[in-house]
């Protein structure tokens, strides 16, 4: 069965960096496309992009541009989003999520039919 | 970016109650919309995509229609287990996936 596995939860100061992990298993995690969402506290779902895990090509939404960076590593099935300069409006759980969305082609759909079991990421000072 | 607007944010009902969600769209979507459940502390799980298809293992009280700019999903007899948080999004542009802003469904 698919399971996107994320790594634990993180505090970290004003400025800092997180990286977070997203580990696949149970489908070949180079045929579809992986997305990173996030939920402030109390708040609803904010898309931040994706990474097609095959090729590597990514696309992130406008708000972080210049601040995240998502990359993977297929050897072990693993997909990261690192997110920098980070403030403290920034604190919320972090969601990798897989869209039905084939290596191939981009043109989609990009509806999420698994998701992560998400990462809080604490950031104070 | 394409904005999605949910109405209403939260609503109250009973057991057994048949229950609309509205999601509408700042531009058309030509049906490139889903829906997702939400409970507290969990993952978001996917109900519908292409507005109106139910996922699999979804029960079939679930149902989705629309188009356009305007979309629904409607619970046909709420059952406790429905008690949640309930979001659209919308994948029309590809570039730039956005959600509505969710509606909780709480016990009456």
């Known amino acids: 069965q698919v399971q996107l596995v994320q790594s634990g939860a993180e505090v970290k100061k004003p400025g800092a960096s997180v990286k977070v992990s997203c580990k696949a298993s149970?489908?070949?995690?180079?045929?579809?496309?992986m997305h990173w969402v996030r939920q402030a506290p109390g708040q609803g779902l904010e898309w931040m992009g994706w990474?097609?895990?095959?090729?590597?090509?990514?696309n992130y939404a406008q708000k972080f541009q210049g601040r995240v960076t998502m990359t993977r590593d297929t050897s072990i099935s693993t997909a990261y989003m690192e997110l920098s300069r980070l403030r403290s409006d920034d604190t919320a759980v972090y969601y990798c999520?897989?869209?039905?969305?084939?290596?191939?082609?981009?043109?989609?759909?990009?509806?999420?039919?698994?998701w992560g079991q998400g990462t809080l990421v604490t950031v104070s000072s | 970016d394409i904005q999605m607007t949910q109405s209403p944010s939260s609503l109250s009902a009973s057991v057994g109650d048949r229950v609309t969600i509205t999601c509408r769209a700042s531009q058309g979507i030509s049906n490139s919309l889903a829906w997702y459940q939400q409970k507290p502390g969990k993952a978001p799980k996917l109900l519908l995509y292409?507005?109106?298809r139910l996922e699999s293992g979804v029960p079939s009280r679930f149902s989705g229609s629309g188009s356009g700019t305007d979309y629904t999903l409607t619970i046909s007899s709420l059952q406790p287990e429905d008690f949640a948080t309930y979001y659209c999004?919308?994948?029309?542009?590809?570039?730039?996936?956005?959600f509505g802003g969710g509606t909780k469904v709480e016990i009456k």
């Open positions: 999520a897989r869209s039905r969305t084939y290596y191939y082609d981009s043109s989609g759909p990009y509806y999420f039919d698994y």
């Open positions: 999004q919308q994948y029309y542009s590809t570039l730039a996936l956005t």
């Open positions: 149970g489908y070949t995690f180079t045929g579809y496309y």
């Open positions: 990474i097609n895990p095959n090729s590597g090509g990514t």
């Open positions: 292409a507005a109106s």
